[in-house]
């Protein structure tokens, strides 16, 4: 079977043409393949499809198997992949996902990385499923939950997938300056029960309106050094609570994104990079879990 691995700011996956391979089984394939010891090494398997109705589909699955609804900086590579392969001579593409049809658009690039913008729909916040702006007068969007003794408050935001997002100020000092005690939380709440289909956390610190860092664990994943979705939902939840303005660079692990909510559309833009690490080819019959 061939494959190219792809990455979007460190966070990396292995994609398959499903135009010209069989995958009979991705959950098996996404945990064999993301083993970065015995593997290929990845966050995660995505497979490029057709769709009646989108240009492709794409589905995806985190490392330990699990099916994401979307992935940010997975589809940006996406929209490279099939511009690189000449299936598509348009550098604006539509995508069908589990978490509905994304459009987008590659700025610029060359065969080693690209630049692509993805209309990444409208945020959700709290448990009402607010907007953004209905989102800004209202006070009570923050929510509590006890994990493992500790008492974290956090907004809930849909991205078509759900995420938490934790303001690092809200934090002891030993979860701000540990990064290890951090990311066990976000460990801790992907399986509470306040999310019975699991969640990605986002970590957040504010550091001026135009500017925001953040840490994710990834439902599925664990830590990675970059998420398109969850930037999406730490910048939405950091405009709801009239943090940030609506245009802000989301600084992650891996690099920046840049992150823009269009009011009028209600959407999020997400513009960040795409880039080919490797083709490749494997023979899945001698990999064993």
């Not at 398997?45 to 992935?71: Q, R, T």
């Not at 408050?153 to 000092?173: E, K, Q, T, Y």
């Not at 289909?197 to 994710?216: A, C, K, M, P, W």
């Amino acid at each position: 079977m061939h494959f190219t691995k792809m990455e979007g700011l460190g966070n990396d996956y292995v994609y398959v043409n499903c135009f010209e391979e069989k995958v009979d089984d991705p959950q098996r394939l996404a945990r064999l393949l993301s083993d970065r010891h015995r593997g290929v090494g990845s966050d995660g398997l995505i497979l490029i499809g057709p769709s009646d109705k989108a240009d492709f589909s794409m589905a995806v699955y985190n490392s330990d198997g699990s099916i994401a609804e979307m992935c940010g900086n997975g589809i940006r590579c996406v929209c490279k992949y099939v511009y690189d392969n000449h299936m598509t001579e348009s550098r604006r593409i539509s995508v069908e996902t589990l978490a509905g049809i994304k459009y987008l658009r590659c700025i610029s690039g060359d065969r080693r990385q690209s630049i692509v913008t993805v209309d990444m729909g409208a945020p959700e916040i709290g448990r009402d499923r607010m907007t953004v702006d209905a989102a800004l007068t209202e006070k009570m969007l923050e929510e509590r939950i006890d994990v493992s003794g500790k008492m974290i408050s956090f907004i809930r935001v849909s991205m078509g997938n759900p995420h938490a997002v934790v303001w690092l100020d809200g934090l002891d000092v030993a979860c701000v300056t540990d990064g290890e005690k951090t990311m066990s939380i976000g460990a801790l709440m992907e399986k509470h029960d306040a999310f019975p289909s699991g969640t990605n956390v986002e970590f957040v610190r504010v550091i001026d309106r135009d500017l925001i860092q953040i840490r994710v664990w990834e439902r599925g994943s664990g830590e990675t050094m970059a998420c398109g979705t969850g930037a999406c939902a730490a910048a939405a939840a950091c405009m709801a609570k009239n943090y940030t303005n609506n245009v802000v660079t989301v600084q992650l692990g891996g690099g920046e994104l840049h992150i823009e909510y269009d009011r009028n559309k209600k959407t999020i833009n997400m513009t960040g990079p795409a880039r080919k690490v490797f083709d490749g080819q494997v023979d899945i019959f001698s990999q064993e879990e």
